[in-house]
């Protein structure tokens, strides 16, 4: 099992609809973070959580510690969300990332 | 423009060449790591340092090294390609807010 899966793989949805992508892991963690990979591969770091709930623009992200779970929310979404969006921890020394293999959105018109 | 520059975006090698992959960032950020994407897995560690002078292994090390002679340098050496080092090769550096991360290299080892 690894130590981060992210639900679901796979979402399509159409455009304006309310979208969750869910991550659990299974190990003690310092940070969690969420990133959005674009179609062209170029990565790009959302949101780094520790705790707690942060927003940026129509996007949201939650932690809950104790249950080991975040979700990274998207509100009225658009064909430019369009990515694959993944999820990874830091554990340990904080020094590595671990990382889920990422959901893979896509937003239609 | 303030980033992280990785070099080249592709290439092709032979099995047992090698090469270099070039990592530079110029935002002062203390640490810098390498990974490897393959498709249906996450991405993996390869190397990290903490800083000038510090490297250490990550998650999958075997086949490449890694120098910290600068803050701003953390290149990636493959010293004898071999077909299972086909991959997607991003470096990142990290602050406190988050992670920057180079734009790829491509490399088919054939």
């Known amino acids: 099992k690894n130590e981060v899966e992210q639900s679901p793989q796979n979402l399509t949805a159409q455009e304006g609809e309310f979208i969750t992508i869910n991550c659990s892991y299974s190990?003690?963690?310092?940070?969690l973070h969420w990133l959005q990979q674009h179609p062209g591969g170029g990565i790009v770091s959302l949101f780094m959580l520790s705790s707690g709930k942060k927003k940026h623009g129509r996007l949201i992200a939650t932690i809950n510690i104790q249950e080991k779970h975040s979700s990274l929310h998207i509100t009225a979404s658009h064909p430019r969300d369009s990515a694959v969006y993944i999820c990874?921890?830091?554990?340990?020394?904080?020094?590595?990332?671990?990382f889920g293999t990422g959901t893979r959105l896509q937003v239609t018109l | 423009n303030a980033g992280v520059t990785q070099t080249p975006k592709f290439q092709v090698l032979k099995t047992g060449q090698s090469m270099t992959l070039q990592c530079a960032q110029d935002?002062?950020?203390?640490?810098m790591s390498w990974y490897r994407q393959d498709p249906g897995m996450g991405l993996r560690l390869i190397h990290y340092?903490?800083?000038?002078?510090?490297?250490d292994q990550g998650e999958v090390p075997n086949g490449y090294n890694v120098s910290r002679s600068t803050t701003e340098d953390f290149p990636l050496r493959l010293l004898s390609a071999a077909p299972s080092q086909t991959s997607v090769y991003f470096c990142?550096?990290?602050?406190?807010?988050?992670?920057?991360f180079g734009s790829g290299t491509r490399l088919t080892v054939v």
């Open positions: 190990v003690g963690i310092s940070a």
């Open positions: 990142a550096s990290r602050q406190s807010y988050g992670y920057t």
């Open positions: 340092s903490v800083g000038a002078g510090i490297t």
């Open positions: 935002m002062n950020h203390e640490y």
């Open positions: 990874a921890v830091h554990t340990g020394t904080a020094s590595k990332l671990t």
